[in-house]
C-alpha cells in the first residue's frame, strides 16, 4: 500500500476541511442553501458542548501518561463475561466490502493493481487505501480528532501530529493486542418499525433507552456500542447517499453516563449540525472520553442473527493493523453469538 500512514486532512485541517474529510456532506456542514449561515438542527448547543468537554472529561482518569483512554474499562473480567457470550459459536462479520466504484459516498474508493507472475503461477497485489471518511469500515485512534489544540489526556496535537510522522502518542497500535469485550447492537430502525432510517435522521438518548428496554439489554462499562440505522439496506435499495442518519449532538454525555469503551454505527455515527461544533459526538468521543469510534461498519447481517437468535449482545473481536504512528486502521470485527 502506497504511503500507508499518511495522515488524514481530517486531523491536519480546520474545523470546515475535519468535517468534509470524515464524511460529513455539505449541505449538512452548511445550513440551508450555499453561503446560508450553519443553522443549530441538535438538541443543544455549542456552549453546551464546551461544558460537557471539560467538566464530563476522563483526563487523568488513568493517569496523566494514558494512551489508552476508555479501553481501560476492558478489564480481564469484562473479556470473560464477553467469552461467555460466545454460547453457539456462530461468526458474523461488522465490517462492509471495499467499494470499489467513487460514488456520493465513496470519495475516495479502494485502489488496487494485482501483478501476475504466469511464470510461477503466483498473483501479488498492491493496495491503497485512504481509509478516514464514509467509505471503509475502520477505526478511529485517538490522535485523529483534536479540540481547542489537544487530544485525549490533554495531548498537544500540534506536538503529537506530523503529516511525516504521523502521531508519535495516542497511535492506532494502542490496540496491538486485539480488542475483545461485549459488544451491544442497537437496532433503531427495528425499534421504529422500519428498514433504515431516513437520511439525517437523528437518534436520541430516549430512542437508545427504549430500545434497551425492548431488547432487555443495558449497556455498561466496557462495552462496545454499535449503532444500526440501516444505511446499507437503503444504499441497496435507493443507491449511493451522502446524508447519513446518526446521533444528536445531545447523545454525548450519554457516553460518560454509561461509561462507553468503544462506539461505532454503520455510517459515520455524527448526524445534524451545531454551528461553530463540527463532529460533535465524534469530537466528545475521542477527546473528551477517550472512546475509539469505529465507522462504517455494516450492521445488516448482525442485526439479522440477532434477531433470529433474540440476542442483542455478544462476543466482539477485533484487531486493527499495527501501523506505527497510525490515525487509525482499516478493520474487520467480528461477532461471536
Same mark, same amino acid.
Given at each position: 500500500?502506497?504511503?500507508?500512514?499518511? @495522515?488524514?486532512?481530517?486531523? $491536519?485541517? *480546520?474545523?470546515?476541511?475535519? *468535517?468534509?474529510?470524515?464524511?460529513?456532506?455539505?449541505?449538512?456542514?452548511?445550513?440551508?442553501?450555499?453561503?446560508?449561515?450553519?443553522?443549530?438542527?441538535? %438538541? /443543544?448547543?455549542?456552549?453546551?458542548?464546551?461544558?460537557?468537554?471539560?467538566?464530563?472529561?476522563?483526563?487523568? %482518569?488513568?493517569?496523566?501518561?494514558?494512551? %489508552?483512554?476508555?479501553?481501560?474499562?476492558?478489564?480481564?473480567?469484562?473479556?470473560?463475561?464477553?467469552?461467555?457470550?460466545?454460547?453457539?459459536?456462530? /461468526?458474523?462479520?461488522?465490517?462492509?466490502?471495499?467499494?470499489?466504484?467513487?460514488?456520493?459516498?465513496?470519495?475516495?474508493?479502494?485502489?488496487?493493481?494485482?501483478?501476475?507472475?504466469?511464470?510461477?503461477?503466483?498473483?501479488?497485489?498492491?493496495?491503497?487505501?485512504?481509509? #478516514?471518511?464514509?467509505?471503509? /469500515? #475502520?477505526?478511529?485512534?485517538?490522535?485523529?480528532?483534536?479540540?481547542?489544540?489537544?487530544?485525549?489526556?490533554?495531548?498537544?496535537?500540534?506536538? /503529537?501530529?506530523?503529516?511525516?510522522?504521523?502521531?508519535?502518542?495516542?497511535?492506532?497500535?494502542? +490496540?496491538?493486542?486485539? $480488542? @475483545?469485550?461485549?459488544?451491544?447492537?442497537?437496532?433503531?430502525? %427495528?425499534?421504529?418499525?422500519?428498514?433504515?432510517?431516513?437520511?439525517?435522521?437523528?437518534?436520541?438518548?430516549?430512542?437508545?433507552?427504549?430500545? &434497551?428496554?425492548?431488547?432487555?439489554?443495558? $449497556?455498561?462499562?466496557?462495552?462496545?456500542?454499535?449503532?444500526?440505522?440501516?444505511?446499507?439496506?437503503?444504499?441497496?435499495?435507493?443507491?449511493?447517499?451522502?446524508?447519513?442518519?446518526?446521533?444528536?449532538?445531545? +447523545?454525548?454525555?450519554?457516553?460518560?453516563?454509561?461509561?462507553?469503551?468503544?462506539?461505532?454505527?454503520?455510517?459515520?455515527?455524527? *448526524?445534524?449540525?451545531?454551528?461553530?461544533?463540527?463532529?460533535?459526538?465524534?469530537?466528545?468521543?475521542?477527546?473528551?472520553?477517550?472512546?475509539?469510534?469505529?465507522?462504517?461498519?455494516?450492521?445488516?447481517?448482525?442485526?439479522?442473527?440477532?434477531?433470529?437468535?433474540?440476542?442483542? &449482545?455478544?462476543?466482539?473481536?477485533?484487531?486493527? @493493523?499495527?501501523?506505527?504512528?497510525?490515525?487509525?486502521?482499516?478493520?474487520?470485527?467480528?461477532? @461471536?453469538?
Amino acid at each position: 500500500m502506497k504511503n500507508p500512514n499518511r @495522515v488524514q486532512a481530517s486531523v $491536519i485541517g *480546520a474545523a470546515a476541511v475535519i *468535517a468534509a474529510a470524515i464524511g460529513v456532506p455539505a449541505a449538512q456542514q452548511a445550513g440551508q442553501g450555499r453561503g446560508a449561515a450553519p443553522v443549530n438542527d441538535s %438538541r /443543544t448547543t455549542k456552549e453546551e458542548l464546551d461544558k460537557w468537554m471539560k467538566e464530563l472529561s476522563n483526563w487523568g %482518569r488513568w493517569g496523566k501518561d494514558d494512551q %489508552r483512554g476508555a479501553a481501560n474499562l476492558i478489564t480481564p473480567a469484562k473479556r470473560k463475561q464477553a467469552l461467555a457470550l460466545a454460547r453457539t459459536g456462530e /461468526t458474523v462479520s461488522l465490517a462492509h466490502d471495499t467499494l470499489m466504484d467513487k460514488a456520493v459516498d465513496a470519495a475516495t474508493p479502494f485502489e488496487h493493481r494485482t501483478t501476475i507472475m504466469a511464470e510461477r503461477g503466483i498473483a501479488v497485489e498492491q493496495q491503497q487505501v485512504s481509509f #478516514h471518511g464514509s467509505t471503509f /469500515t #475502520h477505526l478511529d485512534a485517538l490522535c485523529h480528532i483534536s479540540y481547542q489544540g489537544q487530544l485525549y489526556n490533554g495531548v498537544s496535537f500540534q506536538k /503529537t501530529v506530523s503529516e511525516a510522522g504521523g502521531c508519535n502518542n495516542l497511535a492506532i497500535t494502542t +490496540f496491538k493486542d486485539g $480488542i @475483545v469485550t461485549r459488544g451491544i447492537l442497537l437496532d433503531i430502525p %427495528r425499534l421504529k418499525g422500519v428498514p433504515y432510517l431516513d437520511a439525517g435522521a437523528k437518534v436520541y438518548i430516549e430512542d437508545v433507552e427504549a430500545w &434497551e428496554k425492548k431488547a432487555g439489554i443495558k $449497556i455498561g462499562p466496557g462495552d462496545a456500542v454499535f449503532l444500526r440505522t440501516g444505511r446499507w439496506a437503503r444504499r441497496a435499495k435507493e443507491g449511493p447517499f451522502a446524508n447519513f442518519a446518526g446521533f444528536d449532538a445531545s +447523545f454525548a454525555p450519554f457516553l460518560k453516563r454509561r461509561d462507553f469503551s468503544l462506539i461505532g454505527s454503520d455510517a459515520v455515527l455524527d *448526524a445534524g449540525n451545531v454551528p461553530g461544533f463540527p463532529l460533535a459526538v465524534h469530537t466528545f468521543a475521542l477527546v473528551a472520553v477517550g472512546v475509539n469510534i469505529f465507522d462504517n461498519l455494516d450492521l445488516e447481517a448482525v442485526a439479522e442473527t440477532a434477531a433470529r437468535l433474540n440476542r442483542w &449482545e455478544f462476543m466482539l473481536t477485533a484487531a486493527p @493493523v499495527r501501523v506505527t504512528n497510525g490515525t487509525g486502521s482499516p478493520i474487520n470485527p467480528i461477532a @461471536v453469538f
